[in-house]
């Protein structure tokens, strides 16, 4: 999804021969649904918040590091070349960095 | 009606866990074929057929809690479980989050028609130099899947792209997002151009990205900050109380 973001029919757009179902939504059974959903997308958004809390973004497969910026885990063994990753996935990465 | 969609049953294989396939299977067994196309077309994200299928299904009657439910849900609750065991990973649980807002698009009329009116409104970008936007789509999918309408403004979103999409949709909440240290710094700027045109009490502004930290969100002068998609929407909810204590005050 998303450099162009909402290219999807807006609720506007959305045929009006769907309110026709307006009255028959249940609100408790709605409220049921929703929170049911939230569980699936919490469940989600902490599968995918783990790895980021150990492995910084900008590290690649090869431990070299992709950044743009300066950081104190950078370590340049080759004049040149992508600096290599010296941190450890135990910590914290961010603080690291240096804007 | 048992599993009859060769395509979901297939990816129902997938969900292992007694109690989610139980509870999956319910959900799914509670539909017919047609609800069984859409939740398949969901775990696929193929956005177009779960358009048209949704339209299809509220135009020949069902219950729009039937189509979320049997329809909607039922795939999200098999992508996650796929997410979860990393049999599908964040690009393809993106896609179908897009699918689910196909289908919701023509659900949400139905609800506010009924009375169930969206919590807020919110415009939501990357902030101008910056393109990474997973973290963004995430809070986003949350967001929706809360009852915020959220205007998705994209990446590399310059301040006057917030403060005219913020206009024109009226929204409660102005989000930002960014990934590189180097682009941080223009969430405070979009701050600036709204204080600078006299708009910076319509709204509340909130920050998140993996550098930014709460300080830093301070700093800017934001009103809220969200360190993963979770605190984001509960972070929303807290200044959308604000807001209408506020107004109501």
């Known amino acids: ?99 | 009606m048992p599993i009859v969609h060769e395509g979901l049953a297939k990816e129902f294989e997938y969900v292992t866990k007694e109690d989610e396939r139980a509870m999956i299977l319910e959900q799914i067994e509670a539909g017919d074929a047609l609800m069984q196309e859409m939740a398949y077309s969901l775990i696929t994200g193929d956005h177009n057929a779960v358009n048209e299928l949704t339209q299809k299904a509220l135009g020949e009657g069902r219950e729009a809690n039937d189509v979320l439910d049997e329809g909607l849900i039922s795939g999200m609750a098999i992508v996650g479980v796929k997410f979860r065991d990393n049999l599908i990973f964040v690009p393809e649980v993106l896609i179908a989050a897009r699918a689910m807002k196909a289908g919701m698009a023509h659900i949400d009329p139905i609800l506010s028609a009924s009375g169930v009116e969206p919590i807020g409104t919110a415009v939501f970008g990357t902030v101008k130099g910056d393109l990474h936007d997973i973290g963004k789509n995430l809070c986003i999918m949350m967001m929706r899947g809360a009852g915020f309408v959220v205007h998705d403004l994209g990446v590399d979103t310059k301040p006057d792209e917030f403060i005219e999409a913020a206009d024109e949709n009226g929204a409660d909440l102005v989000m930002m997002s960014a990934l590189l240290t180097t682009t941080m710094p223009n969430m405070g700027r979009t701050i600036v151009e709204f204080e600078d045109m006299g708009l910076r009490d319509e709204y509340k502004f909130m920050t998140g990205g993996a550098p930014v930290t709460q300080e830093f969100a301070d700093d800017m002068g934001a009103d809220g900050y969200g360190d993963n998609a979770i605190s984001c929407v509960d972070k929303a909810k807290e200044l959308i109380a604000i807001m209408r204590a506020a107004s109501a005050g």
Not at chain 1, 16 to 31: E, I
């Open chain 1, 1 to 99: 999804m998303a450099d162009s973001p909402d290219n999807l029919p807006s609720n506007n757009q959305a045929n009006q021969d769907d309110n026709a179902s307006a009255k028959k939504v249940d609100p408790g059974r709605l409220r049921d649904s929703m929170s049911r959903l939230m569980d699936i997308y919490s469940d989600i958004s902490n599968t995918a918040a783990t790895p980021g809390q150990t492995r910084c973004p900008y590290k690649d497969a090869k431990s070299r590091c992709t950044a743009k910026f300066p950081c104190r885990n950078q370590f340049f063994k080759v004049v040149g070349e992508k600096a290599i990753c010296t941190g450890s996935d135990d910590i914290d990465y961010r603080s690291a960095w240096e804007s």
